[in-house]
């Protein structure tokens, strides 16, 4: 079965640090680029990190910028999301997906995980 997990997601306190993992199942994730996506509650779902499967222009948003970094481990089929710095306006659930390329201004998902909670208190 095609599966994009994510985990990782937890309720943490402002200035926390979480992981994210999205474990890919029954086809390789490192033939593909992939993007780190986040949905606030009640706003629309945006890019916040997209991976090139060379890991090279890797794309972040600036609400994320010097806080986030994207990683992955192909011989794992792994990506990985490092949250830092944690502020309540990144609460919500996240989201990764297989993308077309990665550009300038971020990129857009083809095939979605069903995502992973975070919760971040003030």
């Known amino acids: 079965q095609v599966q994009l997990v994510e985990s990782g997601g937890a309720l943490v306190q402002s200035g926390g640090s979480l992981r994210l993992s999205c474990v890919a199942s029954?086809?390789?994730?490192?033939?593909?680029?992939i993007g780190w996506f986040h949905q606030a509650p009640g706003k629309e779902r945006e890019a916040v990190s997209c991976?090139?499967?060379?890991?090279?222009?890797?794309y972040y948003a600036d609400s994320v910028k010097g806080r986030f970094t994207a990683s992955r481990d192909n011989a794992k089929n792994t990506v990985y999301l490092q949250m830092n710095s944690q502020k309540p306006e990144d609460t919500g659930t996240y989201y990764c997906?297989?993308?077309?390329?990665?550009?300038?201004?971020?990129?857009?998902?083809?095939?979605w995980g069903q995502g992973t909670q975070v919760t971040v208190s003030s």
């Open positions: 991976i090139r499967i060379n890991h090279d222009n890797t």
């Open positions: 029954g086809f390789t994730l490192g033939y593909y680029h």
């Open positions: 997906a297989t993308v077309g390329d990665v550009w300038d201004w971020g990129c857009m998902g083809d095939y």
